[in-house]
């Protein structure tokens, strides 16, 4: 079963901030995000390996939160690098991807 | 350089004519994995291995094999290739069995038209 995220897509100024939410309606592990650059390959940000455990990569950061399988990632004064699309994904029977969550930030 | 490497990066080809895509790394990883993306639906397992001769289908294994007969290589071979397998295909490794709690590398990708 896929994890569900949202939004799909975002759109920012520079300097704002977002939050993208992963959730499973299977018992979560963990649970990994990366990001994908347009015509590039995804690249690792973080694992989140326990319950209410929280991690942080440059301005971005992530929480976990077991009991409600749902995990989140926050991205505070975005910059433009931070444009592309956000995948979260957990190890399952096999690993399975959410569908994505495109940022947009514009200058 | 540690690496992950697809090759071909492009290829066009025809409905049923046999084709290989190539993965290699160079880092002893132990994990390896194929994905295809397609728009609106992210990263989809193809099949994955967790060691030499260990395979194991992913959610969308129909239509694919692969085979694990080193540790560094792990092709993707489509037999009789279908249009509806044209998409942008990922190869990845980790350094575990599972990649519970490690990284996953991902090659270039490789853009797979079938006419």
């Known amino acids: 079963q896929q994890p569900v995220q949202s939004p799909q897509a975002v759109i920012l100024r520079e300097g704002e901030d977002a939050v993208i939410n992963c959730s499973s309606s299977?018992?979560?592990?963990?649970v990994h995000w990366y990001r994908q650059k347009h015509g590039e390959a995804p690249v690792f940000l973080m694992i989140?390996?326990?319950?209410?455990e929280q991690k942080g990569h440059e301005k971005i950061s992530a929480s976990f939160n077991e009991k409600k399988q749902q995990s989140s990632l926050y991205l505070t004064a975005s910059q433009l690098s931070y444009s592309g699309t956000y995948f979260c994904g957990t190890p399952s029977q096999n690993f399975v991807f959410g569908p994505g969550t495109r940022l947009s930030v514009l200058p | 350089e540690a690496q992950v490497t697809q090759n071909p990066r492009y290829l066009i080809t025809v409905t049923g004519k046999k084709l290989t895509v190539t993965c290699s790394q160079n880092?002893?990883?132990?994990?390896m994995s194929w994905y295809r993306q397609d728009p609106g639906l992210g990263l989809r397992q193809i099949y994955y291995s967790m060691n030499v001769e260990v395979t194991d289908k992913g959610d969308v294994p129909e239509g694919y094999k692969v085979s694990r007969k080193e540790k560094r290589n792990f092709p993707l071979i489509l037999e009789s290739p279908s249009p509806n397998q044209t998409s942008l295909y990922f190869c990845a490794s980790s350094p575990g069995t599972y990649p519970d709690n490690q990284p996953q590398h991902f090659g270039d990708g490789t853009r797979l038209s079938i006419l």
């Open positions: 880092m002893n990883h132990e994990y």
């Open positions: 989140l390996l326990k319950g209410g």
């Open positions: 299977k018992a979560l592990y963990s």
